[in-house]
């Protein structure tokens, strides 16, 4: 298991953007796979986007676009730079994260977004 540290949420007012940060807390050599949650009030955690350790990113079909996801490999941080936020938007975001491709995941503490008029 990893242990995930996020940070970069906050409030927002739709239009605008945020850029969220997950990382490891310890040092960790290469991680095989990285990504974004989401779980807003009432509804189920559901897939933002992924990023390989080949750089291979996948994504939500509403969030491509509007959100790209990146990843430092020498720090294995991974990015989710978001844009155009709206009210729809506003969840608790998780970082994950896999070890091997054969590890079980590893989730982050999660980091509030809140898009509001």
């Known amino acids: 298991q990893v242990q995930l540290v996020e940070s970069g949420g906050g409030l927002v007012q739709p239009g605008g953007s945020l850029r969220l940060s997950c990382a490891p807390s310890?040092?960790?050599?290469?991680?095989?796979?990285m990504g974004w949650y989401r779980q807003a009030p009432g509804k189920q955690r559901e897939l933002v986007a992924t990023?390989?350790?080949?750089?291979?990113?996948t994504y939500r079909d509403s969030e491509k676009g509007r959100f790209t996801i990146s990843r430092n490999g020498a720090e294995n941080t991974v990015y989710l730079q978001m844009n155009s936020l709206t009210p729809e938007d506003t969840a608790v975001y998780y970082c994950?994260?896999?070890?091997?491709?054969?590890?079980?995941?590893?989730w982050g503490q999660g980091t509030q977004v809140t898009v509001f008029s």
């Open positions: 990023i390989n350790d080949e750089g291979t990113s």
């Open positions: 994950n994260a896999r070890l091997y491709s054969f590890s079980p995941v590893s």
């Open positions: 310890g040092r960790i050599r290469n991680l095989y796979s």
